[in-house]
């Protein structure tokens, strides 16, 4: 399974020193077109060649369009440990029964932040689900 062009956002960042010190990077330009970033990646390179520079992917797949049980079943397999994962089908727990918004809240930060193998176990999870019940 791949993931939709129109969920990809491609980042132009620069490397700064934050007011602690700490180095960090801040984005500068933001599109969903790849062909912009890079012209405007390389306009700033050929600018400010005495800064650093880095273009950015951040991809995010179309949970949106997933049945409930499905994303409970992804959560427990990613980020079990996730208050909305564990909590979805409680009834005695007000904040997180049911609550759709918040699992999709888990499900996208354990993408994001890729711990360990989170996105291929989550692509395997969609790619097996869409084989035996056909895209959503």
Not at 24 to 34: M, V
Not at 52 to 69: A, G, M, S
Not at 102 to 126: N, P, V, Y
Request: charged residues 40%.
């Amino acid at each position: 399974m791949s993931i939709p062009k129109r969920d990809t956002k491609y980042l132009v960042q620069r490397k700064i020193k934050g007011l602690s010190g700490k180095k960090s990077w801040e984005t500068l330009y933001e599109t969903e077109n790849e062909e912009e970033a890079n012209q405007k990646f390389e306009e700033l390179r050929e600018q400010e060649p005495e800064s650093r520079f880095r273009l950015e992917i951040k991809t995010n797949p179309p949970f949106d369009q997933y049945p409930d049980d499905l994303l409970q079943k992804i959560g427990e397999a990613v980020c079990s440990t996730d208050y909305a994962v564990r909590f979805f089908n409680n009834p005695n727990h007000k904040k997180f029964y049911h609550e759709r918004r918040e699992l999709l809240r888990s499900l996208r930060r354990a993408w994001q932040t890729g711990a360990f193998d989170h996105k291929e176990r989550i692509l395997k999870i969609l790619k097996r689900w869409e084989e035996e019940n056909g895209k959503p």
